[in-house]
């Protein structure tokens, strides 16, 4: 049975490599290749193109690709319908007269093929159709032949788990979304000498961006590589029936570790905006500089980029007396770092650098990547904005599509790093339940610290004492 490699071996420089396995030339049509690379073809080919026989296991990239491609032009469940016909009809399956021996020699690629959407695409499977599809072509590879039925078994045990786990975490999320207040809420009913901050939680910056960093890797872990496609999921011009955009996506572990990064930028406001005395805010604005530079170090760049934006906020960068009291020359290279200019030019540099780190790493340290997210989901955005998913003649554009499983499966192989830090509770708690403000209480708490300088500032204030406090 063919090996799978990792992730990283699947793209090389020029984008992908097909020699992994040795394919067949393709008999079938409606497939156009330019210097054997796989450009375009007809959605039918393309989906004959994914189904082994006897001499022909297809390459581990176009497998990859095509299945996450492949859902911007029809449901998983229906791909799923159409490759079991096409194992059974062509494979002779069903037939109680078939060669048994052609059948051992099918089997494995088939059960190959299945083990790597289960294990790269393993929530396609929350769908029952999809479920039953998988069990019913598994039964018939794997009747008669005891070594198949329990690769088989295997297979099924390890997806059933994959999906058990993401149950609990998405239990694990609706339970810290539903106990989230405000902190404005919180402040009312305990007075401020007795609530904790987050230096009394964690003193130390470097186990704060450590702890910050194993928040990171859960939640990147969870999403899967499809839900990048998902987001971008349209209503496929070819198809007169299908009104499924909402119904494809399904990209909530995308859109919560979107959320992770909000409320790590609305903590960081929170914590600098609330204390009442000058020299401790500036110790709080100087501690997140460096829990900021230990992200860097690290290679947690979304974790940087979210402390940053927290700074940045106007209800923390108008404290102009408290930053007067801060040394901000690590600051300034930070901003520098992830300066947007010139497309993030400074930042994308940083993360190469960090990406070719890992890759020869001799340490799960080393191995850490965690991109700035909402540029990797921007580019992949652009990227789909920026090139037709059909071309002229209707053909699918696969060179488009080479394109996206590239960035994507980068991203596939730095969400399967291990944090080697040590999980502190007491912080992660903090981290992921502590009340933050929001807009208009920072924006309160930062006119109560320091007044306000103008007209529109004062207006703004009263407001917002009548509105959140009950005073005039």
């Given amino acids: ?49 994914l189904v082994p026989n006897v001499d022909y296991y297809p390459d581990r990239t176009y497998i990859f690709t095509f299945l996450l491609s492949s859902r911007l032009f029809m449901h998983p469940y229906e791909l799923m319908a159409k490759v079991c016909h096409l194992c059974v009809e062509h494979q002779r399956l069903s037939d109680p007269n078939s060669d048994k021996n052609q059948i051992r020699k099918i089997a494995p690629k088939i ?140 990209t909530r572990n995308l859109e919560a570790y979107v959320e992770w990064f909000n409320r790590l930028s609305y903590l960081v406001a929170t914590e600098i905006c609330m204390p009442v005395k000058k020299k401790h805010r500036a110790r709080m604005i100087e501690y997140f500089i460096d829990v900021a530079r230990e992200c860097f170090n690290i290679g947690n760049f979304n974790s940087l980029m979210a402390i940053i934006s927290g700074m940045n906020m106007s209800p923390v960068s108008r404290l102009k007396k408290t930053w007067a009291k801060v040394k901000t020359a690590k600051f300034d290279i930070l901003e520098h770092q992830m300066d947007p200019s010139s497309n993030f030019y400074n930042y994308r540099t940083a993360l190469r650098g960090a990406a070719q780190r890992s890759l020869t790493a001799h340490s799960s340290r080393e191995k850490i990547v965690i991109p700035f997210f909402s540029l990797l989901i921007k580019d992949i955005y652009f990227l789909n904005e920026g090139c037709a998913n059909r071309l002229p003649n209707g053909h699918v554009n696969f060179e488009k599509f080479w ?35 929001s807009e208009d209480a920072l924006y309160l708490a930062s006119y109560e610290s320091e007044g306000p300088e103008n007209h529109i500032e004062k207006d703004r204030w009263k407001s917002l004492r009548s509105s959140l406090l009950g005073r005039v």
């Avoid at 090996?3 to 020699?19: E, I, K």
């Avoid at 299945?114 to 393993?122: A, K, S």
């Avoid at 450590?210 to 990147?220: A, D, S």
Wanted: proline share 4%.
């Fill in 111 to 250: 059960l190959q093929l299945l083990t790597e959407w289960t294990e790269t695409f393993p929530y396609d499977f929350r769908d029952e159709r999809m479920m039953r599809n998988l069990k019913d072509l598994a039964h018939r590879i794997a009747s008669g032949e005891e070594t198949y039925r329990k690769n088989v078994q295997q297979m099924i045990q390890c997806l059933i788990r994959k999906l058990a786990a993401l149950s609990q975490y998405e239990e694990v999320l609706a339970k810290i979304s539903s106990t989230s207040t405000d902190r404005l809420t919180v402040l009312k009913t305990k007075p401020q000498s007795i609530q904790r901050d987050i230096i009394t939680v964690c003193s130390d910056p470097y186990t704060l961006a450590q702890q910050l960093t194993h928040i990171e890797l859960e939640r990147l872990n969870y999403i899967g590589p499809e839900e990048f496609v998902q987001a971008f999921v349209q209503k496929d011009p070819l198809d007169n029936d299908k009104t499924c955009y909402s119904e494809r996506k399904k």
């Fill in 1 to 49: 049975m063919p090996q799978t490699p990792p992730f990283s071996a699947m793209f090389d420089s020029s984008g992908y490599n097909r020699n992994l396995y040795q394919s067949a030339e393709d008999s079938c049509g409606g497939l156009y290749y330019h210097d054997n690379n796989l450009l375009s073809g007809s959605l039918e080919a393309l989906i004959q193109h």
């Fill in 403 to 437: 394109e996206l499983a590239k960035q994507v499966s980068e991203f596939m192989t730095w969400k399967q790093v291990e944090c080697p830090f040590e999980r502190d509770r007491k912080i992660l708690q903090y981290l992921l339940t502590v009340p933050v403000f």
